[in-house]
């Protein structure tokens, strides 16, 4: 059984930084393709950057290129998402996902594909 845990999230100011954590148990990174999402109420979850952790590769949404990274810490089986220069738009509960199929370059973007979530992490840019 897969799970994953958030943390990291919280009030920062426009401009600021934060760096999300997702420490996944039952399976290795490895292993997985994951991702991050976020979602505002009254709106669908949102692609944020999607990770081929076999492949090698990783996909980022055009809204957060440039400022968004990620990264891992494979003793920890833990994924990070390091988010700079936040913005009011930013503001979100950020979710990690994690699917055990391997997902096609196009399908790495949509909810469907992933079959474990985290119970999210708020994330609230404001001054």
């Known amino acids: 059984q897969v799970q994953l845990v958030e943390s990291g999230g919280g009030l920062v100011q426009p401009g600021g930084s934060l760096r999300l954590s997702c420490v996944v148990s039952g399976r290795t990174l490895r292993s997985l393709a994951m991702a991050w999402f976020r979602q505002t109420p009254g709106k669908e979850r949102e692609f944020v950057v999607g990770m081929r952790w076999s492949r090698g590769d990783t996909y980022t949404a055009d809204s957060v290129k440039g400022r968004f990274t990620v990264s891992r810490d494979n003793g920890l089986n833990t994924a990070y998402l390091q988010m700079n220069s936040l913005k009011a738009e930013d503001t979100a509960n950020y979710y990690c996902?994690?699917?055990?199929?391997?997902?096609?370059?196009?399908?790495?973007?949509?909810?469907?594909?992933?079959?474990?979530w985290g119970q999210g992490t708020q994330v609230t840019v404001s001054s």
């Open positions: 996902a994690a699917t055990t199929g391997s997902p096609i370059t196009s399908s790495v973007r949509y909810v469907s594909t992933y079959e474990h």
